[in-house]
Nanobody, 117 residues
Framework: QVELVESGGGSVQAGGSLRLSCRASGYTFSIYSMGWFRQAPGKEREEVARIDTDAGTTIYGDSVKGRFTISQDNAKTTVYLQMNSLKPEDSGMYYC??????????WGRGTQVTVSS
């Protein structure tokens, strides 16, 4: 079992920055990929960024490329999402996700990001 806890959400004006953190605990040795998703009211959940925890390779959603950066700590149990040049459309609940070797996805409870214009 893996537990994910997000932190770092909040309210910011457009153009500002926030840094989200997600700490994994439990059977973290089984994880090979971690990522961030977001969901705004009335919209589907979309993938924002993902990192291969072994290779360190990253992928980003088109809407955040060049503005967001995903990274991990040396222990590979905490991932960060640095969000710059935030826009009102970036607002939503941000969820951390981790995938294990059986391709099972774990989810955190989410952290709210609100960007005002």
């Amino acid at each position: 079992q893996v537990e994910l806890v997000e932190s770092g959400g909040g309210s910011v004006q457009a153009g500002g920055s926030l840094r989200l953190s997600c700490r994994a605990s439990g059977y973290t040795f089984s994880i090979y990929s971690m990522g961030w998703f977001r969901q705004a009211p009335g919209k589907e959940r979309e993938e924002v960024a993902r990192i291969d925890t072994d290779a360190g390779t990253t992928i980003y959603g088109d809407s955040v490329k060049g503005r967001f950066t995903i990274s991990q700590d040396n222990a590979k149990t905490t991932v960060y999402l640095q969000m710059n040049s935030l826009k009102p459309e970036d607002s939503g609940m941000y969820y951390c996700s981790a995938r294990d070797g059986a391709n099972y996805d774990y989810w955190g409870r989410g952290t709210q990001v609100t960007v005002s214009s």
